[in-house]
């Protein structure tokens, strides 16, 4: 692959959609060809998928289904966007990829982890992030902003189905993206979140600057 790829991860709240959104632009204006996508999600068949996902009507759902919906949702961004992207040397940026995968349905569902990177590799065809930026914060923290946000943009405040689990899940959620970077800490760059949006996003640029120049 000629592109980087980049992707965001961290729980509820934590500004990655942001923060995606803000570097995709900066990287633009500095003269990068840029490619920005989001999971689940990023295509018309993966939004189709994420409707069904984050719906809370959808409260039945099970682990399995959700697990087998998130990974067709991967797999057709891979295919439609990602890999392309990359193929035409452009700088890819995802809002979530394998990671959460990891996090949510290991962690938060209990699924054995070698399964879920199997999955992983087939919805992927074996493209794996260059560089992947965690953003950490309390879990009550992040929750809060998330129901804030739901409360100004469809009046409940009560969130999505994800962010309708209880506290203990996403406390595993967290615990799981911190073990997960202590694992691959050449990939992972673990960023606590203590400021405002602007500061984040200083210290974002700064990270991915660097990791640019020492790509080549």
């Known amino acids: 692959m000629k592109g980087t790829f980049i992707t965001f991860e961290g729980g509820e709240g934590s500004g990655k959609s942001t923060q995606a959104r803000l570097l995709a632009a900066h990287l633009k204006q500095q003269g990068y060809e840029v490619l920005a996508t989001r999971e689940p999600g990023g295509t ?15 409260s039945a759902m099970g682990n399995v289904t959700e697990l ?8 057709q961004n891979v295919f439609e966007r990602i890999k392309p992207g990359l193929e035409r040397g452009e700088v890819v940026i995802c809002d979530r990829f394998i990671d959460s995968t990891l996090a ?21 065809g074996g493209v794996t992030p260059d560089l992947t930026i965690l953003l950490d914060l309390p879990v009550e923290v992040g929750l809060g902003r998330a129901k804030a946000l739901d409360k100004l943009e469809s009046g409940t405040g009560k969130g999505d189905r994800i962010e309708q ?8 959620l967290r615990k799981g993206f911190l073990e997960l ?25 700064e990270v991915v600057e660097k990791f640019l120049r020492n790509r080549g």
Do not use: C, M, W
């Open 165 to 172: 689990e209880d506290i203990e899940f996403h406390r595993r």
């Open 44 to 58: 018309e068949i993966g939004d189709a998928i994420r409707s069904v996902l984050l719906n809370p009507e959808f």
């Open 181 to 205: 970077a202590s694992r691959e800490p050449d990939r992972f760059r673990i960023l606590e979140i203590t400021e405002g949006i602007e500061a984040t996003r200083e210290r974002v640029v």
């Open 104 to 124: 949510y349905q290991g962690y938060g569902r209990d699924f054995d982890l070698k399964l879920l990177e199997a999955l992983n590799r087939l919805a992927t």
């Open 68 to 75: 087998l919906l998130l990974a067709a949702s991967r797999a």
